[in-house]
């Protein structure tokens, strides 16, 4: 990121996540098509980390490279098979100095993992690779099969279904949000969410119940 920020063709844009689930800020997106629109031809999107709940921006990008450190089985055991099966490319990082060959053996674990997921893009096998940033290795390998990951997606039109996708999900999250943001600025529900989440941690109220009376309330209004 320090070399990064030397490039004046580069323009590095911190997001912090808050209390927005899916690794991303809430406004990613916009982010993203404004770069786009300034010229940038080449995004990324940096997540704050990999759990279940943090690959959302597996629905707003083209690709999505999973990058993972060294480690044993223990390790391979706690990566989510979904976040797996989300992957177009998995890297694995600090191939260098006392760690380059328990960068290689992770790489062939994870590399046997994937043999029995299948990829979500046809045509494609996810490729596994070690990388080192610190001496700048297996980077130049790494961006060309991004390359040509790009040309396979955009010759047989997996790209532009992707974004179709992208696009609709986008859409119903934006609708999410605000029924979301009214629900909470609604008068009559806010005189009774206090009384109801009492009850429901208290045991008294059953969680469908309040869910159901504070969504009457909402729609009634």
């Given at each position: 990121?320090?070399?990064?920020?030397?490039?004046?063709?580069?323009?590095?844009?911190?997001?912090?996540?808050?209390?927005?689930?899916?690794?991303v800020a809430r406004r990613t997106r916009e982010t993203m098509l404004l770069?786009?629109?300034?010229?940038?031809?080449?995004?990324?999107?940096?997540?704050?980390?990999?759990?279940?709940?943090?690959?959302?921006?597996?629905?707003?990008?083209?690709?999505?490279?999973?990058?993972?450190?060294?480690?044993?089985?223990?390790?391979?055991?706690g990566i989510k098979r979904g976040i797996m099966e989300l992957a177009d490319?998995?890297?694995?990082?600090?191939?260098?100095?006392?760690?380059?060959?328990?960068?290689r053996h992770s790489a062939a674990d994870y590399r046997s993992a994937l043999?029995?997921?299948?990829?979500?893009?046809?045509?494609?096998?996810?490729?596994?690779?070690?990388?080192?940033?610190?001496?700048?290795?297996?980077?130049?390998?790494?961006?060309?099969?991004?390359?040509?990951?790009?040309?396979?997606?955009?010759?047989?039109?997996?790209?532009?279904?992707?974004?179709?996708?992208?696009?609709?999900?986008?859409?119903?999250?934006?609708?999410?949000?605000?029924?979301?943001?009214?629900?909470?600025?609604?008068?009559?529900?806010?005189?009774?969410?206090?009384?109801?989440?009492?009850?429901?941690?208290?045991?008294?109220?059953?969680?469908?119940?309040?869910?159901?009376?504070?969504?009457?309330?909402?729609?009634?209004?």
């Amino acid at each position: 990121m320090e070399e990064l920020s030397r490039q004046r063709n580069a323009f590095i844009r911190p997001s912090p996540a808050g209390r927005t689930l899916g690794g991303v800020a809430r406004r990613t997106r916009e982010t993203m098509l404004l770069c786009e629109a300034a010229g940038f031809d080449v995004v990324f999107v940096e997540t704050v980390g990999v759990g279940q709940s943090e690959t959302a921006v597996a629905d707003m990008t083209d690709l999505f490279l999973l990058l993972l450190l060294p480690g044993g089985g223990d390790d391979l055991q706690g990566i989510k098979r979904g976040i797996m099966e989300l992957a177009d490319m998995v890297l694995v990082n600090k191939a260098d100095g006392e760690l380059a060959a328990a960068a290689r053996h992770s790489a062939a674990d994870y590399r046997s993992a994937l043999t029995l997921i299948h990829p979500r893009t046809s045509g494609w096998k996810v490729p596994v690779k070690t990388c080192s940033a610190a001496l700048g290795e297996g980077l130049e390998e790494a961006w060309e099969l991004i390359l040509a990951y790009r040309a396979l997606v955009s010759a047989n039109g997996q790209l532009t279904r992707r974004r179709a996708v992208q696009a609709k999900s986008w859409m119903w999250a934006e609708i999410s949000e605000g029924l979301l943001t009214k629900f909470r600025q609604n008068e009559r529900v806010k005189t009774q969410l206090s009384v109801l989440e009492q009850g429901v941690t208290g045991g008294s109220v059953a969680p469908t119940l309040a869910a159901t009376t504070l969504l009457e309330l909402f729609l009634c209004s």
